[in-house]
């Protein structure tokens, strides 16, 4: 089918590309502003606005651009500074003021502001390096590559920086050999089921019917989970590129990117990325001068969990209530408008460009056996380095969390980690040492799901955990088979009733045999995996249960129901009111003696007194059960 050697017109095009860019930007002073969703949320449009400001005050000829996201979110906002005969320098926690003075001090002066550096990209005498980290040792970095890194709006930066080179590669080759050299790599699936990518792109060429089509799955709608918008949001072309090359496997005659509309910045960057691979003639008809053609349609999704499942995302698609249907038929065989479909997942098709570029044998030394690759999580909860961080598979939670993530803020005590989202598990202590991987996860009761990784310390009650992953999944139900719609219902009213007080003992063998029934008899993944943060927080934590129901007691002082909040009256300052002050319904007075006490008539357990106390006196605190408070 493609007897035309890409490779010359790719290469007219590099050397476009690199001529548009050098334009821009050779000899110049470069500015980058961290702004993806999680930097924009920390006041990186403002910190551009400072620097775009700044920057024209002095009449300086320094481009200012925006960037993605590096994986630093911890640090945002996230300003990088490539000044010709230094190395470029990340600056965290920048704020207009620090903008305003790094212009006037580094880019005028020669002052790189070490006060504020984060750290530079590359090893060198002066500054410390991202190289210096200790997650620089276990990180490995595959699809986040050039995420901060690139102006996602501008293909240019992208083709400088090795974009659609592997397309060019792969378009010489017959699709028969893209998908053995994928499935020799042992790509398997990153939106959840860890399915093996190159066996279902052989299942749509090999199935009857044109035309094809294939699917960009960019629902992403786990509570906890972001990288797949970060990837949209910083390296669109990255993505763009592995449809490409995944349709040319598959047969596909059309693509589609399903994107949550909840996501408007991924939205804007990928059309724009869309438009300019369009003018570039990389989709289109007849690409890089090949006989392969591609049209990739963007569309955006109402936000419904569901909508993520492949076939209800299909059925909204084609614009039919988003709802699952039985498999199979499978997708790959009869998907859209009945048609042959192939679905992947963002990160998926990510790490198609890689491998194409790099060889399925170098994929293959990467990771786990069973799990070659690496995986990648968004670090959330009660850890000090949030963010997004790549890691070999199998790399132990113990270093994800403790070596790359730095572990927990404020001294707490490690508690458990929620993998996975709604359909994860939590896992305890004890499964620290547990090589992340499909089948290790699978096993110890959680799953890689979509990336979200949540830490919880010792201030979260597991109770309360799985009622809020239960809450969720009950309310994104779609309905559809009864043992989903009416046992996340009854699952929640048990769970409700623990963190209130109100649970008998025989209801957790009442919730233990409606969880294996709601994911046994449900017909989605969705109603199939809901049960689980219940089922591991039974498995790992069950005397937290036992405490809520026999005692009344929240061992993690968390359930507003279970705890009072009371004033030590011999650390109580007679001269100090804070407290008083701070409390928005007036449920502290002084006593007789000047002594605060709270009225638990009045105390909504809102706990803004509790910080309100100054550290030396520290007189507040929170018992569980209520009854602890002393009588006075
Ligand atoms: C309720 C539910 C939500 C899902 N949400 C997503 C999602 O947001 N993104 C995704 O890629 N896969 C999601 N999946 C998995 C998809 O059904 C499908 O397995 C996946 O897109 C296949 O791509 P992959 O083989 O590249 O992993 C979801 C599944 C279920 C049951
Ligand atoms: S399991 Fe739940 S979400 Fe899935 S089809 Fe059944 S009712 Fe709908
Ligand atoms: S803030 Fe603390 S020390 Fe001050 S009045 Fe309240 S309880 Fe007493």
């Not at 629902?219 to 993505?239: C, M, N, T, Y």
């Not at 042959?340 to 044998?361: C, E, H, Q, S």
């Not at 029934?517 to 969705?526: Q, T």
């Amino acid at each position: 089918m493609n007897p035309i050697n890409p490779a010359p017109a790719f290469r007219e095009l590099r050397d476009k590309a690199g001529a548009k860019l050098r334009r821009l930007k050779d000899g110049k002073t470069v500015i980058m502003v961290g702004a993806a969703t999680c930097g924009r949320a920390a006041g990186a449009l403002d910190v551009l606005r400072a620097f775009r400001d700044e920057v024209k005050k002095h009449n300086l000829d320094c481009p200012v651009i925006e960037v993605g996201c590096l994986g630093h979110c911890y640090a945002e906002p996230l300003v990088i500074i490539g000044k010709p005969g230094w190395p470029p320098v990340a600056y965290g926690y920048v704020n207009p003021v620090i903008a305003e003075r790094l212009v006037n001090e580094f880019i005028l002066g020669d002052n790189p502001c070490p006060e504020f550096v984060l750290a530079a990209l590359a090893p060198n005498d002066l500054l410390p390096s991202f190289q210096d980290f200790p997650r620089a040792r276990y990180e490995r970095k595959i699809i986040l590559q050039n995420c901060g890194l690139i102006d996602p709006s501008d293909i240019n930066d992208s083709i400088a920086n090795g974009g659609y080179s592997a397309l060019a590669k792969a378009l010489a080759l017959p699709p028969q050999k893209i998908i053995a050299e994928i499935q020799k790599s042992g790509l398997r699936g990153r939106g959840g089921a860890g399915f093996p990518a190159g066996q279902k792109w052989q299942a749509c060429r090999d199935a009857q019917g044109t035309p094809k089509y294939l699917i960009c799955n960019a629902d992403e709608g786990d509570p906890g989970a972001f990288v797949d918008r970060a990837l949209l949001e910083s390296d669109p072309h990255g993505i763009i590129e592995g449809m490409l090359i995944a349709g040319y496997a598959a047969g596909a005659d059309r693509g589609y990117i399903y994107v949550r509309a909840e996501y408007p910045l991924a939205v804007e960057r990928l059309q724009i990325a869309l438009r300019q691979a369009e003018d570039y003639h990389l989709i289109g008809s007849h690409i890089l001068g090949t006989d392969y053609s591609l049209e990739i349609t963007l569309f955006q999704g109402s936000g419904a969990f569901v909508c993520g499942e492949e076939t209800a995302l299909i059925a909204s698609l084609a614009g039919q209530p988003g709802l699952p249907r039985y498999r199979p038929p499978y997708p790959a065989v009869k998907g859209l408008f009945g048609q042959p479909t192939v679905v992947n997942n963002v990160k998926t098709l990510a790490y198609v460009p890689r491998i194409m570029a790099n060889g399925a044998d170098w994929f293959r030394g990467i990771g786990a056996a069973d799990s070659p690759g690496t995986a990648v999580f968004a670090l959330a909860g009660k850890i000090v380095n949030t963010g997004m961080v790549e890691v070999p598979m199998g790399t132990t939670l113990r270093r994800i969390i403790y070596d790359v993530g730095s572990g927990i803020p404020k001294g707490k005590k490690f508690k458990a980690v929620q993998i996975g989202g709604p359909s994860g598990g939590c896992l305890p202590e004890s499964a620290l040492d547990l090589p992340v991987d499909f089948d290790s996860l699978q096993n110890a009761g959680a799953i890689m799901g979509s990336g979200g990784m949540v830490v919880c310390d010792e201030d979260d009650c597991m109770v309360e955990m799985a009622r809020y992953f239960l809450e969720f999944t009950r309310r994104e139900s779609c309905g559809k088979c009864t043992f989903c719609r009416l046992g996340t219902r009854q699952m929640l009213e048990i769970l409700t009733d623990f963190t209130l007080g109100q649970g008998k003992l025989a209801d957790l063998a009442i919730l233990e045999k409606l969880a294996g029934e709601v994911g046994a008899g449900s017909l989605c993944a969705l109603g199939r995996t809901a049960p689980n943060p219940i089922l591991t927080t039974l498995r790992y934590f069950r005397n937290e249960y036992e405490e809520h129901i026999t005692l009344g007691r929240c061992p993690a002082l968390m359930c507003r129901h279970l705890i009072a909040y009371y004033i030590l009256p011999d650390k109580c300052e007679r001269s100090c009111d804070a407290c008083v002050g701070a409390c928005t319904v007036e449920a502290i007075s002084p006593d007789k003696k000047r002594i605060k006490v709270i009225d638990p008539e009045k105390c909504v357990k809102c706990g803004t007194c509790l910080p309100a106390c100054p550290p030396q006196y520290n007189a507040i605190v929170k018992l569980s059960p209520p009854s602890e408070v002393p009588c006075k």
